[in-house]
């Protein structure tokens, strides 16, 4: 199961940001571990996405769960799951 996790800030993009360094390690380590593939942060400037691997549903919540931002209670999180049955080669 792949996963896309929207990300919208719930607080103002300086509070926001206090905690960046520490959520960029954390997706960094995501993407070393495996379990996401791309990680950004809306053009708008109001939130990010984030794209998992093909993980379980319990996995993408651990990711949502352990986010420094998410203990940081700057963010919410949305979860949209989907079966991936076309992908490109390597996925």
Do not use: G, N
């Given at each position: 199961m792949f996963h896309?996790?929207?990300i919208t800030y719930e607080k103002p993009l300086d509070v926001v940001d206090q905690s960046r360094p520490a959520h960029l390690a954390f997706l960094n380590d995501e993407?070393?571990?495996g379990?996401?593939?791309l990680a950004g942060?809306?053009?708008t400037g109001t939130g990010g996405v984030l794209i998992t691997a093909d993980i379980s549903t319990e996995d993408?919540?651990?990711i949502i769960d352990r986010d420094p931002y998410t203990l940081a209670g700057?963010?919410?999180y949305?979860?949209?799951s989907f079966n991936g049955g076309v992908r490109a080669a390597g996925l």
């Open positions: 896309v996790l929207t993407v070393e571990a379990r996401l593939l942060r809306l053009e993408a919540q651990s700057v963010v919410s949305q979860r949209l």
